[in-house]
């Protein structure tokens, strides 16, 4: 059975923007596609804890749901905090529109 996460656009990029959603507790992420151009989303800590404690996530299908619309995605990198071991950044893969 797949993860459902629900996910929200970011129309604000860059480090300072990405500094300002972790403080209230969003982490940004980005959906990588082959045919379709990256989308800038974000997940609120609730989403973000389903994830942590997966097992074996980078093998995991994980469906993310963006504005009504279901994402089939694996996670390609997910960037953490040199000291804290804390999430900064999630990347993911599409691999199919449902």
């Known amino acids: 059975m797949n993860t459902v996460i629900k996910a929200y656009y ?10 300002r959603l972790r403080k209230y507790k969003k982490y940004p992420c980005i959906l990588y596609s082959v045919k379709n151009k990256s989308i800038p989303i974000y997940l609120k800590l609730s989403q973000m804890l389903k994830l942590k404690f997966m097992e074996n996530i980078y093998k995991k299908n994980i469906i993310i749901s963006l504005n009504k619309v279901n994402y089939l995605v694996k996670i390609l990198e997910i960037q953490r905090h040199v000291f804290k071991n804390e999430i900064l950044h999630l990347d993911f893969f599409l691999l199919k529109i449902l």
């Open 10 to 19: 970011r129309n604000d990029l860059g480090t300072k923007n990405s500094k």
